[in-house]
């Protein structure tokens, strides 16, 4: 065993349980989510906020991930809100309509 590997067994052994509770569901969290993007993705597309650090502040984006020809790729779509759950109307069109002339 390498020596980091070691390290994170021992700190991973000094944690108490309701931390080891928490990791544990944060990292089904983080592993559940990537699955849904990578089964959305694959089959039609996907709307993603993307949150870009610039200086102090963060801007919020909307970006389109979809396959095409096996790639996955992305598409950005316009400024979001952090408070946004779903993109507005034009941009799920502006998607949409990528979306159709990807798969031409």
Known sequence: MSTSFENLR???AELG?????????TVEKELSRRRDDQKLASVNGCYELKGIKSGKKIHYYWYLRYRQNGKLKSKYLGKGLE?????????RDKGANHLSEATK
């Not at 349980?17 to 569901?25: N, P, Q, S, V, Y």
């Open 83 to 91: 408070a946004e759950t779903a993109p507005s109307p034009q941009l």
């Open 17 to 25: 349980d309701t931390k080891l509770e928490a990791l544990a569901i």
């Open 10 to 12: 021992l700190q991973v």
